[in-house]
């Protein structure tokens, strides 16, 4: 009498082995979708572009470093060219015109237009005060009996020439006194244009990174929008197989208690050998934690 060698197979109940054989359906179905162009670009990571605030910030650093005006990408927003500017700072005509303010010749645009008027006036009142003092050395000489001598004469002429050196020293006194004014004013205009040559950097910045701050929270923000927008395109894409992996862990949550693929209980030295659609649905499914859906037959 022949040997006779005996295989015993588990299988799970019939619902079960439908269940399965329906996820490795819909799951190959699935997966063999490809996204579209259309998905693939939402999907995708975007940078947000340069916004007209953080562009001002940028012209505004340009002119203040006496650059041209930019050229902006339309669909980035960045950077593309500077045109020809003036090659001045911000600050610099301050500094131009604090250099008019100094130099031996910068005082003569500070004079006085009437400072002339004041010393001719005043002058000219000298001048009459003067001629009265003469009046009171005719009447001693004609006191004394010498009037027209060489002693009136003398005295006259000393009258004179003392006279003479008080108008140079007042006609000196009044150009002087003009001239410090104007001295003092053109210190005072260059210290006024050098401090605003200091000044006007900080001021400038401070503007720059206002707007390029403010452009920035922009940019944050615009981000964010986009990254959100990626994100819900990608759970929409990922949706269904989430769902598969839902049903797939529930049906292999049924089939814990059921052998691998490829390992069939038997009591003889024949292995037995798995089905092609247990292999399939096993290897395909074992991604979503299914482990074994089939027995060996």
Request: hydrophobic share 35%.
């Amino acid at each position: 009498m022949a040997d006779q060698t005996t295989t015993t197979i588990a299988r799970p109940a019939p619902y079960l082995e439908a269940a399965g054989q329906t996820y490795l359906d819909l799951l190959t179905q699935k997966v063999g979708q490809a996204p579209t162009a259309q998905q693939l670009t939402a999907m995708s990571p975007q940078i947000a572009g340069q916004n007209v605030l953080t562009q001002q910030a940028q012209q505004q650093a340009a002119t203040q470093a006496g650059l041209g005006a930019l050229s902006f990408d339309p669909t980035t927003g960045a950077v593309t060219g500077v045109g020809q500017g003036t090659g001045i700072a911000g600050y610099q005509p301050f500094l131009q015109q604090a250099q008019a303010y100094s130099g031996p010749q910068a005082y003569q645009q500070f004079m006085s237009p009437y400072q002339q008027d004041v010393v001719n006036t005043t002058l000219s009142q000298f001048d009459i005060q003067a001629q009265k003092g003469l009046a009171p050395l005719a009447a001693s000489a004609v006191g004394a009996g010498a009037f027209g001598g060489a002693r009136q004469g003398i005295q006259q002429a000393e009258y004179q020439s003392s006279s003479d050196l008080n108008r140079a020293a007042l006609q000196a006194q009044l150009l002087q006194q003009g001239y410090g004014q104007a001295q003092q004013l053109a210190n005072q205009a260059y210290t006024q244009q050098a401090q605003l040559a200091s000044l006007q950097p900080s001021l400038a910045q401070t503007g720059i990174t206002q707007l390029g701050g403010a452009g920035t929270q922009n940019l944050a923000y615009q981000q964010a929008v986009l990254d959100a927008q990626r994100q819900a395109a990608t759970l929409a894409y990922q949706e269904p197989y989430t769902r598969l992996q839902a049903l797939g862990s529930g049906i292999g949550g049924l089939l814990a208690g059921y052998p691998q693929p490829g390992f069939a209980q038997t009591t003889g030295p024949a292995p037995a050998t798995a089905s092609p659609l247990s292999q399939a649905l096993g290897t395909a499914a074992g991604i979503y934690g299914l482990g074994s859906l089939f027995g060996g037959k």
